[in-house]
DNA sequence: GTCTATAAATTGATAGAC
DNA sequence: GTCTATCAATTTATAGAC
């Protein structure tokens, strides 16, 4: 259940890791409002006095862990992207196995869930989580698709951001709905994603693949 | 921004409909772990005293609260599917129009969020909520398919519970995942909703149509 | 059932010593 | 910067009168 949050394992001092670390975790298990700034302090290890000297507060503190989290997305997330050097389908099921892999790792999921549910707490931090993943995905998955479309790969009237974004709704599919809500065994999952990651590339590839490319048939 | 509970206008006691009302409105609005019983008793206009007399605690209130969405969710969804008697084209719009606007509606994203938030809290109802809700939705769109499937509009290769998930994941698209962050104005969605359906439906007729019925080509 | 009043613990945040 | 000790306010939940 423990979600280590190993994107801020760059904080150099010692007791801010310790503090950004514990709070990450407790905030990620439990929610904002539900984490007390006394928890925080006694998981880190540190007096609360010493909390409150390295954060302003608890909003500062759940702040500075989500855009910590932001940050790691968008580095993440160009490793996604082979070139345009390989079959169609064969770049298009790894690059959707490596996202789905990538999202449902238990940390993305509970930053997720949290920002689900702090939104409304906390609106700009809410843009600033959908830039940094689902919409800097969709914005590097556009430039890809727009690079097979130039290469003769796609369809020519179909706009690149809705290849995209079609992409990545049939790799979610109802897979995605139940993770949101705790119901996934991940590793019963692992088994499932290369042929989920398989027929969303052919149903992909059936849409919006150029006539010849296209798969000459039934998919299922 | 308040999103008045009207599935809870059936209870019958006055004051633990009132209460219900409240906790309801707090809930979805502030998310569980952040509302008190004090603030409930207050908006409902009752004594703490009087609140514990009708819920053992805070727990059994909220989940009395998602229990009775879940009914609410589970009557509702009948009204989504039409009958086989229309063009398929037509039929998949406008059933997609009414699911999204319903997804869409702010109580339901707010229910919704709330789960999502307590899901790892409260698995039992997250389970209880999937099942009411999308689970449901995708059950009887299998059933709506299974039936178009037998008259020879969709390819009779295709699994009912695929064609189900994908028209639906179609649907969701983008536009879901920034809901979920609060980040959609309602009004100007609505504008784009139909649109929206009519991709859905034509991205869905390519896919699984039965071949004299699919579009000739090029939909964008 | 409903109320007022309150118990017992916890909350976010700070003072002052080192 | 870091600690112990503590503030005032709020938390869930209950006693006892009506």
Known sequence: MSATAEFLSEVPNLKRRAILLAAAELFMEEGYAAVSMDAVAKAAGVSKATLYAHFSGKEALFEAIVSAGCESMRRR?????????????????????????????????????????????????????YAAGPQAMQGWLTGWMAGESARGHLRPDVPPAQAAEHFLCLLRGDLFVRATFGLVDEEMAAAELPSIAERAADAFLLLYGAPALAPADGFA
Request: overall charge positive; cysteine-free; charged content about 25%.
């Open 77 to 129: 997330a160009d490793g996604f992207l082979g070139g345009h050097d390989r079959p169609l389908r064969d770049a298009l099921v790894e690059l959707g196995l490596h996202w789905l892999r990538f999202m449902l790792r238990p940390q993305v999921r509970a930053l997720h869930r949290v920002m689900v549910a702090e939104a409304a707490r906390f609106p700009a931090l809410a843009r600033a989580f």
